[in-house]
């Protein structure tokens, strides 16, 4: 497996900051850009931190394959291994964030979708980070994410925080350009949601006022109309829903008029049912697959060519995040170009994502620091022109399907 030129260039600025500087560095890599080969060059006496079981076995695959020479173990109880001894340790972190002194000194730690790791060090992650440095205070950190910010509390890299610069970043719309990554484009919605009605927590929409709003059975019904015809020439499509109820009911509807079988993989799908859902949709066995939030970060499945976003967040990671599911695949992987055609595809997003939108005789919400992200379907093509991937817009009462 040999590593793209950025790829390479991020395992080289990791390690001529840890070599030069104090302080733990940051690599920001674009979804789907293939942060697990980073981390397999990275991997030297380490323990690598996720927070998913599917995070897990994707970093230690491409570990193995990088480094087959070194042994490379697992910490999960969700995947029912708690190995410690090896040289390279894939874990999840609600496993091993009390156990530093089981698995022993490490002199370096790598974490996985860092945006996750809050300043707070009374988390799973600083008490983990906290007891690893007692045990070997010459210990750092190397986080990566594609986001590197956390919504409330802004950049993740700061003086006085677990990261302290970014040591190297690469740009969505670059890898386009250099075809890494696929095209996103989008078009307008037909359905327009107010949610004017949802109340806020912690910066996001209450789940349960996003459910009542988006999961109404006419708006449900008429989505899924939309989602159908629009995506009828595409193989591989993944809904986002607000919630379990949600997307319950998005999958009964799609099943109902497509005649297809629709995988659904919630918080509360058995560990079985999830594996076999997840493996049908990356084998091509399954077209439709509705999630929620649990599927927005680490999930690889470049034969993805159409994103349906039936939610609004205020998060600009979480939008980020759920429309680079689409990113992943490019000219490198021809297996899955033809079924995207060349023919007029998009985002469903209603305006421009960075226009600034008002609703007429209102005026703009302010409870909000961050933009409202808006709901949509996503579709992706190969071999076009590069462009920046839009991933915010202006907060309003206004949501489009």
């Known amino acids: 497996?040999?590593?793209?030129?950025?790829?390479?260039?991020?395992n080289d600025a990791a390690w001529h900051y840890l070599a030069t500087q104090p302080g733990n560095p940051l690599v920001v890599l674009p979804?789907?850009?293939?942060?697990?080969?980073?981390?397999?060059?990275?991997a030297k006496q380490v323990i690598v931190l996720q927070h998913r079981k599917e995070l897990i076995v994707q970093n230690a695959e491409k570990i193995r394959i990088?480094?087959?020479?070194?042994?490379?173990?697992?910490?999960?109880?969700?995947?029912?291994?708690?190995q410690t001894q090896q040289p390279i340790l894939c874990a999840g972190i609600q496993s091993v964030y009390r156990?530093?002194?089981?698995?022993?000194?490490?002199?370096?730690?790598?974490?996985?979708?860092?945006?996750?790791?809050?300043?707070?060090?009374?988390?799973?992650?600083?008490?983990?980070?906290?007891?690893?440095?007692?045990?070997?205070?010459?210990?750092?950190?190397?986080?990566?994410?594609?986001?590197?910010?956390?919504?409330g509390e802004g950049p993740i890299c700061g003086r006085k925080k677990l990261f302290q610069r970014i040591c190297f970043e690469a740009f969505t719309g670059d890898l386009i350009k250099e075809g890494f990554l696929c095209e996103i484009t989008n078009k307008p919605s037909d359905q327009v949601i107010d949610t004017s009605s949802a109340k806020l927590r912690g910066g996001e929409f209450v789940e349960s006022d996003l459910q009542r709003i988006f999961g109404g059975d006419d708006t449900v019904l008429e989505a899924c109309r939309e989602i159908v015809d629009k995506c009828h020439d595409r193989k591989s499509i993944l809904v986002f829903s607000s919630g379990i109820l949600h997307a319950e009911n998005v999958a009964d509807r799609l099943r109902t008029l497509t005649g297809e079988d629709v995988g659904v993989v919630t918080g509360d799908s058995f560990p079985m049912e999830r594996a076999t859902a997840l493996k049908r949709f990356r084998d091509g066995d399954l077209r439709w697959?509705?999630?929620?939030?649990?599927?927005?970060?680490?999930?690889?499945?470049?034969?993805?060519?159409?994103i349906a976003i039936l939610r609004a967040t205020l998060s600009p990671g979480l939008?980020?995040?759920?429309?680079?599911?689409?990113?992943?695949?490019?000219?490198?992987?021809?297996?899955?170009?033809?079924?995207?055609?060349?023919?007029?595809?998009?985002?469903?997003?209603g305006q421009k994502p960075e226009t600034r939108i008002h609703r007429a005789g209102r005026k703009e919400r302010t409870?909000?620091?961050?933009?409202?992200?808006?709901t949509g379907c996503f579709r992706k093509r190969a071999g076009m022109p590069g462009m920046r991937v839009p991933v915010s817009r202006q907060a309003s009462g206004e949501s489009r399907h």
């Not at 945006?115 to 440095?133: A, K, N, R």
């Open 1 to 10: 497996m040999n590593p793209r030129w950025y790829q390479t260039a991020a």
């Open 31 to 42: 979804t789907g850009a293939g942060k697990s080969l980073v981390i397999a060059m990275l």
């Open 66 to 82: 990088l480094l087959p020479e070194i042994p490379v173990g697992i910490y999960s109880a969700g995947l029912n291994s708690k």
């Open 99 to 151: 156990q530093a002194a089981q698995i022993g000194e490490r002199s370096l730690i790598i974490i996985d979708e860092a945006h996750l790791v809050s300043s707070s060090d009374e988390t799973m992650y600083g008490q983990f980070i906290s007891d690893v440095i007692e045990l070997n205070p010459a210990a750092r950190v190397v986080g990566l994410t594609a986001t590197p910010f956390r919504t």
């Open 289 to 306: 697959l509705v999630s929620i939030d649990c599927l927005t970060t680490g999930f690889d499945a470049p034969c993805i060519d159409a």
């Open 319 to 349: 939008f980020a995040q759920m429309v680079g599911r689409g990113l992943s695949g490019s000219r490198f992987r021809k297996q899955h170009r033809a079924p995207w055609k060349s023919g007029r595809s998009g985002i469903w997003t």
């Open 367 to 374: 409870r909000a620091r961050m933009p409202e992200l808006q």
